[in-house]
């Protein structure tokens, strides 16, 4: 696995480096993450045995919950989705159903491991690529045999009518050369000319005329494996256009565009896609992360209408799902007993006792994200690698204006997002983001008419910016 020498301590130091407090959180986090890693050490025997212990996230919304999970599954490259219960409806209804989380977690991890393997292969692809551009370039230039395998595998080139008084003006260049051999000689260095041309970059705005295959699906997969009606639909309509020969079509486009086309059908043509489905089933069912938010949204309350009938029906069937189940997807068969699930939820209505107790003991970690305060949200202006100040420095510097944000500036946006989130709903660090786009909007309207200068926000200035913001109750409401 990726995590290999990564402790608890490790995991949550790294995490920290993007999420300020929620200490607890980190390490509930980091522990069930390392016991996987534990856990694939285990003989074969007792390895199945040891289910993940997933993790229930209360908190407003705002702390940090997403941001957890998904710096977590970055860290250690594990396929991972984010998706809402609300999202899904019954088995019967109309709506997405509960599995297809699972096949969008699989669809997460094949285009991983797809692009991986892109990568390892790119470079090799780079002279195969290069032949097909300098077929397109000069037609016929090329040997019998080597033409007929491009027309196999579907890649035939088809002739840039504008190449052709670049071959004309080197024909003439060898006019001395003897009649007899003056094609094939003609043609063979005319070709090494333009490779030259082509390795120097002096071809890339050349245009050339290519066949380009429109991405086909397998809807015959899709309907086994139980998508749902929209995925079905967009592949009946693959399938349509196939049969239809309108899968394919020529486009005239430069040699840089031209490049980019022609690598991908290479690389299609050289990933085995079946090897990749299978690693791609592995890593999902090894080390695949669900994180379920508003979960708290499908609690029933001391209800008994439709509407809470449905929601309870969405937790009975979610809870298949988290316990152990095996569910079709057009990659094959996943098992989900080892996904690692975390749910997430403000319960600020519901309690998490409101969920049907099958689903509750599914989730035994519990871990309660603590509102932020002032002093948090200081932190996350400056600490953090992504920190909101030093992205919008990043973002002015490209403009060649130098921003800065002083000390009380920072201390007087965390007072006003506090200040705010108190008296209105709170929204937590996405307060912020409101705030500092308030703070430099005028900046960021005239920048092209600051080049070269150096603006520096101060709390009077954010004070100028906010204040009728801020003294203005009702339109808090409506703009912070």
């Known amino acids: 696995m990726a995590l290999t020498g990564l402790t608890p301590k490790q995991i949550v130091e790294k995490l ?37 212990k997933n993790i229930l996230m209360i908190g407003p919304t705002g702390v940090g919950k997403t941001e957890i999970a998904r710096r977590l599954a970055k860290l250690v490259k594990a396929p991972f989705i984010k998706v809402e ?7 019967g209804y109309v709506g997405r159903d509960v599995e297809s989380m699972v096949r969008d977690l699989m669809a997460v991890g094949y285009n991983n491991v797809k692009q991986e393997v892109e990568d390892q292969l790119r470079e090799q692809c780079g002279p195969k690529v290069e032949e097909r551009l300098l077929d397109l370039l000069l037609p016929g230039s090329n040997d019998g045999d080597k033409k007929k395998k491009k027309e196999k595998k579907g890649l035939t080139p088809f002739a840039n009518p504008v190449s052709s008084s670049a071959e004309e003006l080197a024909l003439s260049d060898d006019a001395t050369a003897s009649e007899k051999g003056t094609k094939s000689t003609v ?25 380009v295959r429109r991405q086909q699906r397998m809807p015959s997969m899709e309907i086994i494996a139980g998508g749902s009606m929209d995925d079905l639909q967009a592949g009946m309509q693959d399938l349509t256009n196939l049969l239809s020969g309108r899968n394919n079509r020529k486009k005239l486009m430069p040699i840089c565009e ?12 050289m990933i085995d896609s079946d090897k990749v489905a299978d690693e791609a089933k592995n890593r999902v069912e090894q080390s695949g992360i669900i994180f379920i938010d508003e979960i708290d949204k499908i609690a029933v309350k001391d209800g008994h209408g439709s509407q809470s009938v449905s929601r309870e029906g969405v937790q009975r069937d979610i809870l298949p799902i988290v316990e152990g189940s095996k569910v079709n997807t057009k990659w094959g068969v996943v098992d989900t007993t080892h996904i690692l699930f975390i749910a997430a939820g403000a319960f600020s209505v519901a309690a998490p006792s409101d969920l049907i107790p099958e689903l509750q003991g599914r989730f035994p970690l519990r871990v309660e994200l603590e509102s932020l305060s002032k002093e948090e949200f200081k932190r996350i202006l400056v600490e953090p690698k992504n920190a909101l100040t030093k992205q919008y420095t990043a973002l002015l510097g490209t403009e060649d204006v130098t921003l800065t944000f002083t000390d009380d500036a920072i201390d007087r946006m965390a007072f006003l997002a506090e200040d705010v989130n108190a008296r209105s709903e709170n929204i937590g660090a996405r307060r912020l983001h409101t705030i500092m786009e308030k703070v430099t909007e005028e900046i960021s309207f005239t920048a092209d008419e600051h080049a070269g200068e150096t603006i520096t926000v101060d709390a009077d200035y954010v004070d100028e910016k906010l204040k009728d913001v801020v003294t203005d109750t009702d339109l808090q409401k409506y703009i912070l």
Request: charged fraction near 40%; charge should be negative.
């Open 85 to 91: 219960a609300t999202k899904y409806t019954e088995v």
């Open 258 to 269: 031209a490049r980019k086309v022609l690598t991908e059908e290479v690389l299609d043509s």
């Open 187 to 211: 043609s063979s260095e005319t070709r090494e000319k333009f490779r030259t041309m082509l390795r120097e970059g002096k071809l890339e705005e050349r245009e050339v005329e290519l066949m």
């Open 16 to 52: 920290d480096q993007y999420i300020i407090g929620q200490h607890k959180a980190k390490c509930s986090v980091a522990v069930a993450l390392r016991n996987r890693e534990r856990r694939s050490q285990l003989a074969d025997d007792i390895r199945d045995e040891v289910a993940p």
